[in-house]
């Protein structure tokens, strides 16, 4: 006696996720594919995070050595100029009263992204979240050693652009990272790497 075949009546429904593109599937086969997968975001993430911090503190030396306080540079017309101010606030200099608490709260901010990274699962992702993590860590860094005192730092801001506040890479940074995150959330990607699908 011949048996037949048995199939879910529920095969045809679609499932509640997919994985978002070949190089981010967020649901490996095997542990074994796991762990190398894990390690390519992380590395992606890291090294990102990295460069962002490495051009931060590298362009805020070089604003320090070579610019004035109180005297711009034009350098794209009125586009673009460099005017050196140290920032003992938060963007447009909010807060300035409160720089230990801003500190502790961007400390925060480069601690979970670490914690998260771990689940990372698409390239967007981990751009999103090394830009985060290297504009965190700058201005951090300013706050802990630059003066007048540790956690009361002052930030170095150098580029102006019209009718916006002084900023600098970190900033940059940030901005850009939140930017590609509502992006990447828009387009239903988790950060698995595995995809929504529209009901």
């Known amino acids: 006696m011949q048996r037949t075949r048995r199939t879910s009546l ?8 997919e994985p978002a593109d070949l190089e981010s599937a967020g649901s490996p086969s095997s542990p074994a ?5 894990s390690w390519k975001w992380m590395a992606m993430f890291g090294v990102a995070g990295i460069v962002v911090l490495g051009l931060d503190q590298l362009t805020k030396a070089l604003a320090l050595a070579h610019l004035t306080p109180g005297e711009p540079v034009n350098v794209i017309g009125g586009l673009l100029k460099f005017n050196l101010i140290r ?17 502790v709260i961007q400390i925060a901010v480069a601690l979970g992204v670490i914690y998260l990274s771990r689940k990372l699962g698409s390239v ?12 965190a860590v700058g201005n951090i860094t300013d706050r802990i050693f630059r003066e007048p005192s540790p956690f009361h730092g002052h930030v170095v801001d150098f580029l102006q652009t019209p009718h916006w506040a002084i900023f600098n890479i970190a900033d940059m940074a940030v901005t850009s990272a939140a930017i590609l995150l509502v992006i990447q959330t828009l387009r239903g990607i988790r950060l698995d790497g595995t995809k929504e699908l529209k009901k």
């Not at 594919?33 to 997968?37: K, T, V």
């Not at 967007?124 to 504009?135: H, R, S, T, V």
Request: charge should be negative; hydrophobic fraction near 45%; proline fraction near 10%.
């Open 33 to 37: 594919e796991a762990a190398p997968r």
């Open 124 to 135: 967007g992702w981990a751009i999103a979240f090394g830009l985060l993590f290297g504009g």
């Open 10 to 17: 529920n095969d045809d429904e679609p499932q509640a996720s």
């Open 87 to 103: 920032n003992p606030g938060a963007a447009f200099s909010l807060g300035a009263g409160y720089t230990p608490v801003i500190s």
